[in-house]
Each structure stands twice: as C-alpha cells, then as structure tokens.
C-alpha cells in the first residue's frame, strides 16, 4: 500500500494544536504524533517503527486527520456501545465466564463495548489471564501486592464501607484458576445490595458510633491481617481517617470506573475465586445481611491459615471439603484401583489383581512393585500350586498410614488414632468443657487430639500421617470448615472449626458431617462386606443418614446430603403449624429414649424405631438400594435389636418394589465410636480410593 500523505502541509496554528494534543493524555497524544511525524515527511513504515505501532494504526490516523483536521483524532462513539464501561462489571462477568469464553473480544460482544476497553480494566485490575491469581482492585491510595479478602461490609442510608484484608499471595497459582465464583450467591449479594441502597434515608442521626463499633470489631476478629477500609459513600459526619488510624487500617477511595454495587460484586467476585473458603455460604450470609434493615453491620468469620505457612500446603484436597490430605505420592489412577483391590480383598495375588481390575500383568507387576517399595504393601508367604511357581500374596501394610478422627457430640468429645485397617491405635474421651466460649471448646479439641497422638508414642510430624477428620452435627459448610447451626451445641455456631484446628494443630484437618463420616468409615472398614450402595442410618444427638453410591460417599451440593429428621416427619404426615416438617422427639435417641422413665423404656424404643423406619423406607423407595445400615452411638444391647427389626419390617414389608428387592438391615461393623473413626477414615477414602474427577 503507497504512503499517505497530508494533503497539505498544516497552518502553524494548526501545528500549535498537534503539539498540545501530542503532550496530552493518551491514546489522542499518539495520533497527534502520528501526523506530527506525517508532516516532517516520514514514510508510513518507518513512523511505525519510531513509534512502536503498527502500519495499519498509522494509516488509520493519517487518514483521519486528512479528512477531518485535528477534530478526527478525538475519540469518537461507536453505534450501539456505551461511552463509559464500568471495570466492576469486566471482572466480575470474566470471572463468571467460562474459561473458553473470557477472551477480551467475547466478553465485548457480552457487554457491548470494545475489545480494548475490557483490556484496559484487566490490565488496571491485574486480571491475569481472566484468572483472580494476583488481582487486586485499583484503589487510590494503592493496595499493594497480596490475595484479596472481603472481611466486612458496613452500609446505611448515608454511608458504604466494605472492609478488605490482604494476606501474603499463595504460590499455588494453578489451583487458584480453576476455582469458580458462585455466580447465583453472587446474584443474591447483589440483588440485596440494590435493595438496601434503595431504602430513603430515614434519620439524621449521626453514624459515628456504628462506624466505630463496626471497625472495633471487624479488628478484634482479624486481629493479625492488614485492613484496608474502602468508603463507597460516606459523609462528613463521621471522621473515617480517624477511626481509621485507631484500629490501624488504611482507608482507600474506589477506583473512579467503578459502582458502588458493581465494586462490591467485583471484589467478592475475586475472593471467591481465589479462595475455597469463600464459599455460596459466605456470599449468602451476607446477602442474608444485606436484606435486613439497616443499618447493615456484616464482619466476616476469621480467614484460614497463609496457605505456604499452614497445613493448606499439603498436596492434595479431600473432595467436597475444600481441606488438605497428604496422599503418600499416589502417581495414578490405577495405583489407586490396585490398592483399593487390595483393601477389599484383604489379601490377593498378583494375577488375581489383574483380573478383577483388567490390568495387564505387566502392569500390575509394576504398581506392586512401586507400592512395595513405598511400604503400602507388604508381601505375604508364598501360596504354593501344583503347577508353576508359587504365588506371592499381598495386602495392604496396616501400619503405612494413620489418622486421627474427633468426634465433636453435644456433650462429649471423642478422639481415636486409627489405622489403615480401621483399627484403633489409641483413644480418649473426654466431656466437653462447660465454658461457653468457642475458643476454650477449640482449645480444648486440639488438646484433645494432641494427647492421644502422644499417648501412641508418635512424633506429630511423623510421615504416613494423612490429618485430622472431625465429625460435628450438621449442617456444616465443608468448603470452609465452618459448623453452621449445630442441635444443641449453639458455643459452636458459625465457628470456622477447621481454621482454627489447623492453627493449632499444624496438620490438615477436615471438617464432616457425623452421618458422613460414620457412613464412610462403614465403607473402608466393612470391606468387601460394604463394597455395594447402601445407607447408612446414624443414630446420634440426632438421626442422621450417610449415602454410599457407586462406589463412594454422596455428598450433595453442600455436602449436608442425608438429613433425615424431615423426611421421617413428611412420611409421618407431621407439620408445625407453619407448615414446615415437625422436628421428631423419636430422631433424638439421647432426648426421647433416654431421657423416658424406666417402666415404659421399651415401648418407647419401639416408638422411635417405628418412626426411624418409615424414614428408612422413603429412603430405600427413593434410591432403589438393597443395603440399609444401622450404627451410632445410641444403636447398642437391647435397643439395637428393636431398632434393626422395625428397620428390616419397614423397608420389606412397604415399599413400591418389594417384589423385586429384598433389603438387607444390618448392624454396623463399627462401634459407639462410628463417627470418629469415620472421620478418621475419611482421610483415608480421600487418599486411595480410586476416581476419575478428584473435584468431586
């Protein structure tokens, strides 16, 4: 393409007004020197070169500037797009997006700008990528470098403070861009937010107790991370600066491309996609908040141990718990399903492995011999043949690893030391302390755990140590290990139990639901005996289920699968007078057995069991499973056996497809400690046993 030159040579006016523009604000400085260049006769190539841009951008202005003066080099609107992009929507909507559609031309299409512009807010975001890795906003004065955390939001009708905490960045980038913000809790956030900042502003009264009191105690709980308070709004009858330095945070101004609502999705956005325990729960508590009249007092529960510091940098991750799990250097796959063979079998030959998994025998000959030589498994005597060689035995060393597994009970703590056998090395119960402050509780579990580790005379950093596995009632947020509403243990009501273990513990600790935890430890220690679908009937505190399907523990969304109070009472045809199911006296053995004077005990057993057996059938009708499992702590002597008939009479003698079926009731193969060996073998389940996606 031939050169372009100005038609002719500019005014020196004209020249005057080129040489303002061109020591102006950019991208007008490089078109108005682009024409400067043009003017002193330069050829298009080498304007190019001078000015680092490309031929066709040269071109583009001069032609420009030809036909239109210094006038043609303003930007100008395009047809459809908006002058103005708000950042906070760039980032949220690239972190929504699905990786294949986070490129910068994908998400203008969406948002119905330009392709630069979406660069632009992630370059000043530091979006990597489309990835939260190092992202921080763009905050005046500047954050600095670290991981984002959203700890509070403060809001009335006159002031909008979001409170945020910077910790030193992980180095585990690749874990970090595969998380995915919750975008329905986010629309949740976010639809609260315009509703509160809709509300009229009701009185005049001054803020400044609020304020301070917010600050005071989003400090008392995050005592130890730098704050960073970030006013979307505010008016001058509260001295922010002031407050501000008392609690010794930093106070920023939000970057002038943004909303108030779109920082605030933008931000939490870049949370929950850094950090597994920004979890849905998180994003609706506050949402929860955010809908209730204000004003609006929202501090976050403390954040998890600095990942390259704590236990989180164990590799590794329990599925649906978001925690950490050593998994003794498992290479593969099918070194997991030989193992897995082996458990089941107890002991095995090598060609026996390969049929049942369909290995070749070069293969399995390959894992065995590399699982050997770890100590996972140990050899066996030779079974002798009449023809051939003598065949090797194998099984798994019980000894190769070991967990420990709480049990955290209304009004008792259990720890157990367990084997890879499900054998219990070491125990020690002990009542729970009547102090009603979560951190002596806390305090009190770590100690705990840390005396029956000593008392079987093992070191804490011992290798073959997987963690810790605590069973609490649920529900329970796995993803942050945070026991939400437990019955009867209200001291432990939206404590970030696994956080704070981890703390004191220095080991990764996972945090399941009792029902859960029993079910698993059910599946490892029963063998081949359990190596089918089946449920699992918990009777605790209160009544709980654990599902084992294909194979391996269902968790659910939340990983609260398996409430069965409610579907008992629905069976039953039981409601409170506001229509919701009614909580059964008979699903709490501790409060209803126990508890019923001696002369009518039995019948009220029966009771109970008749109840429990109802539930026990809508469970097996929906899920179409031939195994019902009856354990806990309360399942013991002669209760035992009246629970397990009524159980076996119920899911017989009722349900739709009893022709087809007959379901088998059986006593657990644990003990009263189910749960906390469950949790225990939780740990275990996470490491070695065999599955395509670990995520789930």
């Known amino acids: 393409m031939p050169d372009i030159s ?46 680092g841009v490309s031929r066709q951008t040269v071109v583009t202005w001069r032609k420009r500037y030809a036909a239109e003066g210094a006038a043609g080099l303003e930007d100008r609107p395009i047809t459809g797009r908006p002058g103005l992009v708000d950042e906070g929507d760039v ?10 559609q986070r490129s910068t031309r994908s998400l203008a299409r969406r948002l119905g700008c330009s392709h630069t512009a979406i660069a632009t807010a992630r370059r000043r975001w530091k979006l990597d990528q489309g990835h939260a890795t190092r992202s921080v906003p763009p905050l005046d004065p500047a954050l600095g470098d670290g991981e984002v955390w959203v700890v509070g939001v403060y809001h009335d009708p006159r002031h909008t403070l979001v409170l945020l905490a910077l910790r030193p960045a992980s180095d585990d980038q690749t874990t970090a861009s595969t998380i995915e913000a919750p975008a329905d809790a986010l629309a949740a956030v976010t639809s609260a937010f315009e509703t509160s900042l809709a509300e009229p502003v009701s009185s005049p009264r001054p803020a400044t107790g609020r304020v301070a009191a917010f600050l005071a105690a989003a400090r008392r709980l995050h005592p130890s991370v730098p704050l960073h308070v970030v006013a979307l709004s505010t008016e001058t009858d509260v001295d922010l600066e002031a407050h501000c330095a008392r609690g010794h945070m930093t106070l920023h101004q939000p970057p002038d491309r943004t909303g108030t609502v779109s920082f605030l999705r933008a931000v939490l956005a870049l949370d929950a996609s850094r950090h597994r325990s920004s979890s849905a729960r998180v994003l609706l508590d506050l949402a929860t908040a955010l809908g209730q009249p204000v004003p609006v007092l929202w501090i976050r529960e403390p954040l998890p141990a600095v ?3 704590g236990p989180s940098a164990v590799h590794g991750a329990v599925p649906g718990s978001g925690g950490g799990v050593n998994q003794m250097g498992l290479g593969s796959f099918n070194e997991c399903v030989v193992i897995e063979t082996v458990r089941l079998a107890g002991t095995i030959t090598r060609g026996e492995i390969a049929e049942r998994t369909r290995l ?5 000959s390959r894992i065995s011999r590399s699982l050997l030589d770890r100590a996972l498994l140990v050899e066996e005597r030779k079974e002798h043949v009449s023809v051939g060689k ?14 420990l597994g709480i049990h955290i009970d209304p009004g008792l703590l259990t720890a157990v030391l367990v084997d890879l056998a499900g054998r219990i090395v070491a125990r020690r119960v002990e009542r729970i302390t009547p102090e009603q402050r979560p951190a002596a509780v806390v305090a009190q579990i770590a100690s705990l755990g840390e005396k029956v580790l000593h008392s079987a005379g093992r070191p804490l ?40 273990l981890e703390q004191r513990l220095t080991f990764p600790v996972l945090v399941e639901k009792d029902s859960t935890a029993a079910a698993v430890g059910e599946r490892w220690i029963g063998r081949d005996r359990r190596a089918r679908d089946f449920v699992y009937l918990y009777l605790g505190t209160g009544v709980g289920t654990g599902l084992i399907l294909n194979g391996d523990i269902y968790r659910g969304l939340t990983a609260n699968a398996g409430e069965f109070g409610q579907l008992c009472a629905v069976t039953l045809d039981r409601y409170e007078p506001d229509g919701r199911p009614e909580v059964l006296p008979e699903c709490n053995p501790a409060s209803h057995v126990l508890t019923a004077p001696r002369t009518v005990a039995a019948p009220t057993v029966r009771d109970a069991a008749r109840a429990i057996g109802r539930g026990a059938l809508a ?16 399942c013991t002597g002669r209760a035992a056996d009246i629970y397990l008939s009524e159980i076996e009479r119920a899911v017989n003698e009722y349900p739709t497809a009893r022709r087809l079926r007959r379901v088998h009731v059986e006593h657990s193969v644990s003990t009263h400690e189910a749960a906390a060996v469950g949790a225990a073998s939780t740990l ?3 490491a070695f046993t065999p599955r395509l996606r670990k995520g789930q």
């Not at 090797?392 to 967990?403: C, F, I, P, S, T």
Request: net charge negative.
């Open 684 to 686: 275990f389940h996470a």
């Open 91 to 100: 980032i949220t909507e690239t972190l929504l997006a699905r990786p294949d």
């Open 6 to 51: 100005v038609a002719d040579e500019p005014a020196e006016a004209e020249l005057d007004v080129l040489r303002e523009l061109a020591q102006g604000p950019q991208p007008r400085a490089l078109r108005a020197a682009i024409v400067l260049q043009a003017v002193k006769g330069r050829q298009n190539a080498e304007i190019a070169r001078r000015l």
């Open 461 to 500: 950093r011992q290798e073959g140590f997987l963690g810790v596995g605590v069973a609490v009632p649920g529900p329970v947020d796995t993803v942050s290990g945070t026991v939400l509403d437990p019955p009867l243990m209200s001291v432990l009501r939206d404590v970030p139990l696994r956080t704070l």
């Open 360 to 364: 070749t025998q070069q293969s399995v």
């Open 619 to 634: 469970a097996v009708d929906l899920l179409d499973v031939g195994l019902v499992v009856v354990g806990g702590p309360y």
């Open 307 to 309: 990942a390259h510091e």
């Open 390 to 403: 003598p065949r090797g035995l194998v099984r798994l060393r019980d000894d190769a690893a070991h967990a």
